[in-house]
């Protein structure tokens, strides 16, 4: 089992960027499959992207597509999610995620770090 802690969460303004971290701990980093969702004020968590194994699997959800990069670092057992052109819709509590599955399921995710609160400003 692994352990996960995102950070890098903060206020930007529409338009502005930001880069999630999900700094993980425990053995095994190379197999997991990493997710990160999120939580906006009100609704239900939703999936934003995942990256596989070797990057086998790489998923973005519609509405972050183009704007979202997710990549991960197996020498820093780290993952990263880069946001680009943030809208006020992206404001959320963002979650990082595990499994051993190549999946973009959230309830087959198993291990879950706390979130970071990402907040953008009109």
């Known amino acids: 089992e692994v352990q996960l802690q995102a950070s890098g969460g903060g206020l930007v303004q529409a338009g502005g960027s930001l880069t999630l971290s999900c700094t993980v701990s425990g053995s095994g980093f190379d197999d997991y499959t990493f997710g990160w969702f999120r939580q906006p004020p009100g609704k239900e968590r939703e999936g934003v992207s995942c990256?596989?194994?070797?990057?086998?699997?790489?998923y973005y959800v519609d509405s972050v597509n183009g704007r979202f990069t997710i990549s991960r670092d197996n020498a820093k057992n780290t993952v990263y999610l880069r946001m680009n052109s943030l809208k006020p819709e992206d404001t959320a509590v963002y979650y990082c995620a595990a499994t051993f599955r190549n999946t973009v399921t959230p309830t087959l995710y198993d291990s879950w770090g706390q979130g970071t609160l990402v907040t953008v400003s009109s």
């Open positions: 990256i596989g194994t070797n990057n086998r699997l790489v």
